[in-house]
Structures are given as C-alpha cells and as structure tokens.
C-alpha cells in the first residue's frame, strides 16, 4: 500500500529565510505533484514531477524528486508572507489515482 | 472560462438525511474524483470515474454514492449511512490516462456541516 509522508507537518518561518520541506513516499511511482492550499479554499497545482532528477522552480519555490530514494523536496527561498499557505503533495497511486501526503502548513512572519 | 464547479459551497444536513452534492466541469477530462478533507489533514479519497457509467471505490467509500451519467458531471451523494459526514468535499478532473505534465485540477469545494 502506498503511503505518503510529510515533514514538518507546521512550519513557522521569518521572512526572507530558506527552509525545505520533505515528502517521502512509500512504494514506486511514477509521477509526484505539489499543491498549495490557502485556509479554506480549494487545491492548487504547483509542480508535476515525472522523473527522477527533475526539478522545477516558481519564484521562490523549487521541486525535486529523488526516485531512487523516493523522496521529492519542495524548497522556498526567501519566503514572504504572500508564501503561507498549506502545501501538500501527492504521489501517483496507480492508473490516476493520488494519494495525498497531510501537508505542512507553512506560516511566514515579518 | 473553463474549471470546475462545485454547488452548493456551504450545505447542511440533519441527522438521517441524504444530501447531494453536485460537481461539474467543462474540461473535456475524462477522469472525475472525489475527496473528503478533515480539519488539518490530507485529501482521501471517496469514489473515482474514468468514464461515462462507470466508478471505483476509494480508500473511504463506506456510506457514500456516486454516478457519472455525463462526461461532465459527477455528483456526491452523502447518505444517511455516513455517521460522521462533516468535512471539506472536493471534487478534481483530470485527463486519463495521465499525460506529461497533467495533474488533477479542483473545484472550490463544498463544505458540509451535520446539524
């Protein structure tokens, strides 16, 4: 059964600061997303990851997955306030199904 | 504009009703989901469609119901039988089979409250 892990599961960090958080996944796949979620709204897709050694970056937000160790990294640099928001990702669990980590939720203070 | 709708986005239920909630997109996906999310936790997943007539169940199936009579449409039914339905419920599309690059793409959710 594939399980997905996040840490840390709350995050409290000061403007301007860098801080990675980590989703480990238990089983092969073949595909790993990131989302962004604001309190109280839907999902947003930020990053797809399809291979091992891919990375991807939005402002001030960078993705990659490490296959092999079956772990994706979501890294922020110099976080704002704009950035606090609970991020989760998810890992393909056969055909199209997702299985969702459960999130970091991620507060940026001045 | 293409998306996903959800309605209603607040509904509330009394004890031994069944509710309905309704999800549409104009996507073309063929591919449609259910979610339930708790307070502070991840998504699981309720039933899944990959085409017209068709479902599976999810990881917490257990007192729901669904159909998909129209590519664009995949209502939630929450039954009676569901003893503890208040939650956040969101509904995704996607293409299927998954391309490079697609993801799953999500409505504003519907959040369900038990009087």
């Known amino acids: 059964e594939l399980k997905v892990e996040q840490n840390p599961l709350f995050l409290s960090m000061q403007e301007g600061k860098n801080y990675t958080i980590y989703c480990n996944y238990s089983?092969?796949?073949?595909?790993l997303y990131w989302y962004r979620q604001d309190p109280g709204k839907s999902l947003e897709s930020l990053f797809v990851?399809?291979?091992?050694?891919a990375v991807k970056q939005e402002g001030r937000l960078m993705a990659s997955l490490d296959t092999k160790a079956r772990l994706s990294t979501l890294h922020i640099t110099a976080a704002v306030h704009d950035l606090s928001a609970t991020y989760f990702c998810?890992?393909?669990?056969?055909?199209?199904?997702?299985?969702f980590g459960t999130g970091t939720r991620l507060q940026v203070f001045p | 504009d293409g998306g996903i709708t959800q309605s209603p986005k607040y509904l509330f239920r009394k004890e031994g009703q069944n509710v309905t909630l309704s999800c549409e997109q104009n996507l073309n996906h063929d591919a449609m989901y259910w979610y339930r999310q708790d307070p502070g936790q991840g998504l699981r997943l309720i039933y899944y469609s990959q085409i017209v007539n068709d479902f599976q169940k999810g990881d917490i199936a257990e007192g729901y119901s669904v159909s998909r009579e129209k590519k664009e449409s995949f209502p939630l039914t929450v039954t009676s039988a569901q003893k503890n339905p208040t939650a956040f419920y969101l509904c995704?599309?996607?293409?299927?089979?998954?391309?490079?690059?697609?993801?799953?793409?999500f409505g504003p959710g519907t959040r369900l409250t038990v009087l």
């Open positions: 990851l399809l291979s091992n050694g």
């Open positions: 089983t092969t796949s073949d595909r």
């Open positions: 998810a890992v393909g669990g056969g055909t199209d199904k997702l299985i």
């Open positions: 995704a599309s996607s293409a299927f089979p998954p391309r490079n690059r697609d993801t799953q793409y």
